[in-house]
């Protein structure tokens, strides 16, 4: 696991660039902090920060091929190395390592700007090609790892995160207000896109190649609808789940699993034990707060399967105090509420492992979510005439009181009413807004709300799911989710809070084999009934006790409204009231103020959407105060060229 940063065909001298290269890995320093290297020549300087898993010994990056002509840099574990290295030696390329990055380099060879599709793992890699003059960039099938660029200082420059590309003195820093009003929908910006109208994401499943100056971006994995259902549905799932563990257990250092009593951290715990002699080590995380705390199911599991279990808890440090730090980590503004429980939980976990598998997938993949429930019921309740949804049910459910549970009624059954009248796929997208239309609308002011009349984050969402059309039933919706939610909300959350903390985090739901079976799968092994995620039930029944398995989902989510409501208070107060109209000129100062002070007298309920804006502040304040950090640490390169 690794940063990575560089930049192809730089502007300036090779001293200055050296400086700059130097600075944008110092800046994602915490993505790999084992070593460090660099490689430049007359066009391109490529660098990466590494956390040593394979190889230690033999895996430093850059890394060339046997002529040096070819050199790559990579964030990420290619879990098939292993089958695929006797394959390339068979064929005449020899390894100077063990190490999974020399398997891109020879596959690169053979197969060109084709490699990735032979990759099974989680990635990100730019490869350097000195004799055509040409990058090639490529992104994981489900977009785990990230990988940012932009062209604003000429060529291409790029890293895996924003805060290494914001060390280029000449990169612009406006926002790009199409993104401000998808982040207010959505409470996450959508790739290719980032918060910065300079900057752009490598999407999932693609890859750029970039050359004489050019930029070409093309997909090389796209999930279709379609194709033979699987013969013994159960017993293939059960094959695929358990490879999918097994290989995601090789490691050098310690490994351990977040473990919070659900059925998918629970489940892959389950089989890790299978594979391993000594006990599993596994984490999780407690809340005191009523009904959010999942603490006693984790260790229940533990007792189960003979895993080694801690608790950590959130610390006692004030809130509003760790917060911008938490922002400044998320790289984007990120308003997923789970973000702050997952940062302590990988704080916890990164104190003694080096490695933790996670259960993170298996709701999008495996239709884990009460909104895919909410599609399945939304055509029965659409039978009921209007003037008695939208004027006695709709009423009655605005009526009903405001619950502090961690999984309320009364907030689901809010979406669920308000979402029902709207068409299928628009009514799921709608189930997940934060602010919609007309709030968006009151909200912004200026080029901002123009720009929000004329803008549909929805039809942005679609674009991302081409084959959308080819899926019926809960697989369409699981689908929209795969190549939306799951990359741009789950995976950014995951991956920036565990690589704060120098932690890796691999996640076999998301092996993209299992996905493509279970996009093939008769919906009735998914969604059965009500009962979601029904192939893993019964994979699991025999593995784990009945009442983990049969337990209602809770979700890994936040207290955020007990928060807003006391130690948070004040700064939502001063940060997002307070500072209205100045600093943040995209929004009316009266409507942020109106939100706020309701929500503070108990006239309405609004923790969610203030989350959001409380995040987006505190990154605004962060990016725009961004530093250059400063390195004592002299350029070193592996090689140049004359």
Avoid at 15 to 24: G, P, T
Avoid at 59 to 83: C, L, R
Avoid at 187 to 197: H, I, V
Avoid at 627 to 638: E, F, K, Y
Wanted: aromatic residues 8%; charged residues 25%.
């Amino acid at each position: 696991m690794c940063g990575i940063a560089g930049w192809i065909d730089y502007q300036g001298s090779r001293a200055d660039v050296a400086r700059l290269l130097e600075r944008m890995k110092t800046a994602i320093w915490h993505r790999g902090p084992d070593e460090e290297g660099s490689y430049q020549d007359e066009h391109a300087a490529i660098g990466m920060q590494r956390l040593a898993i394979i190889d230690l010994a033999g895996g430093q990056q850059p890394m060339s091929n046997e002529d040096g002509s070819i050199w790559v840099v990579f964030n990420g574990e290619i879990y098939n190395a292993p089958e695929l290295r006797p394959q390339l030696e068979a064929r005449g390329h020899r390894f100077a390592t063990h190490a999974d990055t020399e398997v891109i380099l020879h596959l690169y060879e053979e197969m060109g700007d084709d490699c990735a599709i032979a990759l099974e793992g989680m990635f990100a890699f730019a490869v350097w090609d000195t004799r055509r003059q040409r990058a090639l960039l490529a992104r994981d099938r489900l977009g785990k790892k990230p990988l940012f660029y932009s062209q604003a200082p000429g060529g291409l420059l790029f890293g895996s995160e924003l805060k290494a590309l914001l060390c280029h003195p000449g990169l612009p820093r406006e926002i790009d207000l199409e993104s401000l009003n998808t982040y207010l929908a959505l409470n996450y910006t959508l790739a290719p896109r980032t918060m910065l109208r300079s900057v752009r994401q490598v999407r999932p499943g693609h890859r750029l190649v970039y050359a004489a100056g050019s930029l070409r971006e093309s997909a090389y994995w796209e999930p279709r609808g379609g194709g033979a259902a699987p013969v013994e549905p159960l017993e293939e799932f059960r094959a695929l789940l358990d490879a999918a563990v097994k290989k995601r257990l090789l490691s050098d250092v310690p490994l351990g699993a977040f473990l919070s009593g659900g059925i998918d951290s629970s489940s892959v715990v389950a089989l890790m034990q299978r594979h391993m002699a000594d006990p599993v080590r596994t984490f999780c995380l407690a809340f005191r707060e009523e009904s959010w705390g999942e603490q006693d199911f984790a260790a229940e599991v533990a007792r189960h399967t003979g895993a080694r279990h801690t608790e950590a808890e959130v610390p006692a440090q004030p809130l509003a105090d760790a917060l911008p730090r938490i922002v400044a980590a998320l790289d984007e503004p990120h308003g997923d509420t789970s973000a702050i429980p997952m940062y302590y939980l990988c704080k916890a976990t990164r104190d003694g492992m080096t490695v933790a598998l996670s259960g993170d997938g298996g709701d999008e993949a495996l239709a884990g979510y009460e909104t895919y429930v909410a599609d399945t019921v939304r055509p029965l309740y659409r039978l009921l005439p209007r003037p008695v949804r939208t004027g006695v049910v709709a009423r009655a459910v605005r009526a009903l009181p405001v619950s502090n549970a961690k999984v309320g009624a009364d907030e689901m059954l809010r979406r669920f009413v308000a979402g029902a009248e709207l068409d299928g796929d628009r009514a799921h997208y709608a189930w997940r807004t934060i602010f919609g239309q007309a709030e968006r609308n009151a909200l912004l002011g200026g080029e901002a709300r123009g720009v929000a009349a004329a803008h549909d984050p929805f039809e942005d969402s679609l674009a991302l799911a081409p084959n959308l059309d080819t899926f019926s039933g809960v697989q369409r919706f699981m689908y929209f989710d795969l190549r939306t939610w799951l990359p741009n909300d789950i995976l950014v959350k995951a991956d920036r809070t565990s690589m704060a903390h120098s932690l890796e985090v691999r996640a076999p739901f998301l092996d993209h084999r299992l996905v493509e079976f279970a996009l093939r799968l008769p919906s009735r092994w998914l969604l059965n009934g009500l009962q979601k995620k029904a192939i893993l039930k019964r994979a699991m029944r025999g593995l784990l006790p009945d009442r983990i398995l049969d337990r209602r989902k809770r979700g890994f989510n936040a207290p955020v409204r007990t928060w807003m409501n006391g130690p948070l208070r004040e700064l939502v107060q001063e940060t997002v009231a307070g500072r209205a109209g100045g600093t943040l000129p995209w929004f009316e100062p009266d409507s942020l103020r109106r939100l706020v002070a309701r929500h503070d007298t108990a006239a309405a309920e609004h923790s969610l959407q203030l989350w959001g804006l409380l995040m987006f502040h505190l990154w605004h304040d962060w990016m725009r105060a961004w530093q250059v950090p400063t390195t004592t640490r002299d350029p070193i390169t592996v090689s140049t060229s004359t």
